[in-house]
């Protein structure tokens, strides 16, 4: 069944149990500083793997001990509850 994207309603009320993410352009964005470039790089391998397990991957960037990631749903043309479920995961990893 091929994923559908949410309502901006739908996207509003997930996001309260998101308070660490936020919309920009359309897409599910966090904003994150490690320790150090290796510490970056350590949790940006981990995501890799969920993102792996969900088939469900991240727009994202690194700079030294910053990490920017966007998620949307690029065969929905927006926001899906894959999204969330990959939020969820990258939140799993950081506590
Ligand atoms: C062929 C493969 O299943 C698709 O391209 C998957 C891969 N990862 C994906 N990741 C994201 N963010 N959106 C997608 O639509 C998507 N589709």
Redesign the pocket.
């Known amino acids: 069944m091929p994923?559908t994207r949410l309502t901006e309603d739908e996207i509003g009320l997930q996001l309260e149990a998101f308070s660490n993410w936020d919309l920009r352009d359309g897409k599910l964005c966090r904003s994150l500083q490690f320790t150090d470039f290796s510490a970056a790089f350590a949790f940006m391998t981990r995501v890799a793997q969920a993102?792996e397990q969900l088939?469900?991957?991240?727009?994202w960037s690194n700079v030294w001990n910053r990490v920017e990631i966007a998620?949307?749903?690029?065969?929905?043309g927006g926001i899906s509850e894959?999204?969330f479920a990959?939020a969820g995961r990258i939140e799993a990893l950081l506590h």
């Open positions: 994923v993102a088939n469900h991957h991240p727009e998620l949307t749903t690029h065969d929905a894959l999204d990959l």
